[in-house]
């Protein structure tokens, strides 16, 4: 038993260390015609005249900063849930809850 337990190691530790051996390129980088800075000055001109593209933009919608209100007071919420765990469906909803995985 124990030498197959040395024998599995030795196997898994070699096959993990030739991941490893591969040092070439996957895909060859593309050389660049443009310096830094012009790069850089194109970013800036597509920023400014408002013509850089941007991913998914035609389908953006802005978010609301709108708080939900029920119209209750903190009174009448902290009431209504005291009055759901004193009537034990809070204990039948969380049993409900586990037994689907929830």
Do not use: C, H, W
């Not at 012009?38 to 919608?61: C, G, M, R």
Request: charged fraction near 20%; hydrophobic fraction near 45%.
């Amino acid at each position: 038993m124990n030498t197959k337990q040395i024998f599995a190691a030795v196997t898994l530790a070699l096959v993990g260390a030739s991941s490893f051996a591969f040092e070439g390129d996957s895909a060859p980088q593309p050389l660049s015609t443009l310096s830094r800075a012009e790069v850089k000055a194109e970013l800036a001109a597509a920023i400014n005249s408002k013509s850089l593209p941007v991913a998914y933009e035609s389908s953006f919608v802005p978010a609301t900063a709108t708080a939900a209100t029920s119209g209750l007071s903190r009174q009448d919420v902290r009431a209504e849930t005291r009055a759901y765990v004193r009537s034990g469906q809070a204990a039948r909803d969380r049993l409900t809850l586990s037994a689907i995985g929830g």
